[in-house]
């Protein structure tokens, strides 16, 4: 079993910068692969970035390509997102998940356990 507490949303002018933080417990954490997931009102929920059991492998969609990092501390058991040059359009909720597998997919079916959300607002 796997809990996830997100961290580090909030309000932030376009250009502008936010860190999200994701603490897991559970002893699977360092074999399990990590996301992060974003959903705006009326739209899929999408997998924004992801990153392998060791860290060596990572995705990035398209959009926040060169804007966004993911980065994991399988000793502090966290798997955080750094996001610069905000836009409004990246305003959405956003989900840290963990998969049973040690790599990373981005569909959602792949992953067991989700936090609970931060949201992540972008004003122009």
């Known amino acids: 079993q796997v809990q996830l507490v997100e961290s580090g949303g909030g309000w932030v002018q376009a250009g502008g910068s936010l860190r999200l933080s994701c603490a897991a417990s559970?002893?699977?954490?360092?074999?399990?692969?990590m996301a992060w997931f974003r959903q705006a009102p009326g739209k899929d929920r999408d997998c924004v970035a992801a990153?392998?059991?060791?860290?060596?492998?990572?995705y990035y969609e398209n959009s926040v390509k060169g804007r966004f990092t993911i980065s994991r501390d399988n000793v502090k058991n966290t798997v955080d997102l750094q996001m610069n040059s905000l836009k409004p359009e990246d305003t959405a909720v956003y989900y840290c998940?963990?998969?049973?597998?040690?790599?990373?997919?981005?569909?959602?079916?792949?992953?067991?356990?989700w936090g609970q959300g931060t949201q992540v607002t972008v004003s122009s």
């Open positions: 990153i392998s059991w060791s860290g060596g492998n990572t």
């Open positions: 559970g002893r699977t954490f360092s074999s399990s692969a």
């Open positions: 998940a963990a998969s049973r597998s040690r790599y990373y997919s981005i569909r959602t079916s792949e992953y067991n356990y």
